[in-house]
C-alpha cells in the first residue's frame, strides 16, 4: 500500500481530523504481520542515511507533532535508531528561553536544521508557535495568524537550499491517550514522563484539534508536505513513518561521492605497503625464530 499518498495531506486540501481513524493499520492484523516491513525499512533508513551522509549534498529534516502520549519520542527510538549517530541528530523544543523569546520564533528553529550529508528530526518544531501558542493565546491572533506564510516562506528557502522537509501529525484518539497515561502511572520506569500538563492540556483537545486542522491545512505543500499518521497502534505507526521516509530517501538518487583520487595509483600504493610490510614481518619471524633453534639445538644437546 502506499502510504505517502494515502496518508500525505494534500495542498490546499481542508483537514477534518475527525475524519480519519486513528485505529487504521492497513492489511496488517497484528504487530508480528507488521514486524518484517519494519525491520525492512528500518534498514533501508540505514543504508539511505549512510549515503546521504557520504554524498554530503542533500539533508533531510523530519518534523514530528502530536499531542501528549501520542508517540513522539516513541516513533524516534523505535524508527531512527536505525541511523547512524554520525550525521544524525534529534532535537526537541521546549517552551522557548529568555533569549529564544526575544527573537522572532523561527529564529533557535533555523539554527537547529541540518547541515548538508545530515539527517535531523524535531521532536516539536516551529509549529508550536500556531498550536500551543495558538490556543493559549501566548501572543494575539494577529501575530500567529501571520506565521502560516511565514512557516510556508521559511521551509520553501529550506528546501532551495537542498533539504528535504518531511512533517509528520501521529493522530491518537482521546482514549487511547488516558490509556497510555495509565500506562505512565503503573510503570515506574514511566513516571519520570507524567506531568500535571498532561492533564490540563487534555482539557484543550478540542482547541488544539481545531489548531492541528488549520496548521495542517494551511501548511501542506508540495515542497514539504504533512502526512497524518494513524498512530493509536504504535507498530503501525512505526511501519508508516519509517516506510514513508525510506522511500523519500530513496526516491533522491543519491550516489556515493565522485573518487577524488587515482584508484590505479593508489592500488599501486597499496602494493608496494603490502610488499614491504610482508618483508618485515618476514624478517621480524626470522628474529623471533632463531633464538627457539639456538634453545631446540641445547636441549637436544643435554638429551631432554
Ligand atoms: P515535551 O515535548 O513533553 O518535553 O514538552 C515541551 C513543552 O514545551 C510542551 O508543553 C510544548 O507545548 C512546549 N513548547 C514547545 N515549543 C513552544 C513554544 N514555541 N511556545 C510555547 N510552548 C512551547
Ligand atoms: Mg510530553
Not at 164 to 173: D, E, G, M, V
Not at 178 to 204: G, N, T, V
Not at 237 to 262: C, G, H, Q, Y
Amino acid at each position: 500500500m502506499n502510504y505517502s499518498q494515502l496518508f500525505r495531506v494534500n495542498p490546499g486540501i481542508k483537514v477534518k481530523l475527525g475524519d480519519i481513524d486513528p485505529n487504521f493499520t492497513a492489511k496488517h492484523k497484528n504487530q508480528k504481520s507488521a514486524l518484517p516491513k519494519l525491520e525492512k525499512y528500518t534498514q533501508k533508513l540505514r543504508e539511505l542515511q549512510y549515503l546521504l551522509y557520504a554524498e554530503g549534498k542533500q539533508s533531510l529534516l523530519i518534523c514530528l507533532q502530536a499531542l501528549d502520549g501520542a508517540g513522539k519520542d516513541g516513533t524516534i527510538n523505535h524508527v531512527f535508531w536505525a541511523m547512524n549517530p554520525q550525521g544524525t541528530r534529534v532535537h526537541g523544543f521546549k517552551f522557548p528561553s529568555k533569549e529564544e523569546a526575544e527573537h522572532d520564533f523561527l529564529w533557535r528553529i533555523h539554527r537547529q536544521t541540518p547541515a548538508r550529508g545530515e539527517v535531523v528530526i524535531f521532536n516539536r518544531s516551529h509549529y508550536e508557535d500556531v498550536l500551543v501558542v495558538r490556543v493559549h493565546n501566548l501572543v494575539p491572533e494577529d501575530v500567529w495568524s501571520k506565521r502560516y506564510d511565514a512557516i510556508n516562506d521559511f521551509e520553501k528557502n529550506l528546501v532551495a537550499n537542498g533539504t528535504h522537509i518531511l512533517k509528520f501529525f501521529l493522530h491518537i484518539s482521546p482514549d487511547e491517550q488516558l490509556r497510555r497515561f495509565r500506562q505512565r502511572l503503573d510503570d515506574p520506569a514511566r513516571h519520570w514522563k507524567i506531568s500535571e500538563s498532561d492533564y490540563s492540556e487534555r482539557e484543550f483537545w478540542d482547541q488544539y484539534t481545531k489548531a492541528y486542522e488549520d496548521a495542517l491545512s494551511k501548511t501542506s505543500t508540495k515542497h514539504a508536505p504533512w502526512y497524518i499518521i494513524p498512530a493509536n497502534y504504535k507498530w503501525f505507526r512505526n511501519l508508516a513513518v519509517s516506510k514513508i521516509v525510506a522511500e523519500a530517501l530513496e526516491s533522491l538518487n543519491m550516489k556515493f561521492p565522485a573518487l577524488r583520487v587515482d584508484i590505479n595509483d593508489i592500488k599501486r600504493k597499496y602494493h608496494k605497503a603490502l610488499k614491504k610490510e610482508k618483508t618485515e614481518e618476514r624478517n621480524r619471524r626470522g628474529k623471533e625464530v632463531r633464538p627457539d633453534k639456538e634453545e631446540k639445538k641445547d636441549t637436544k644437546k643435554k638429551g631432554r
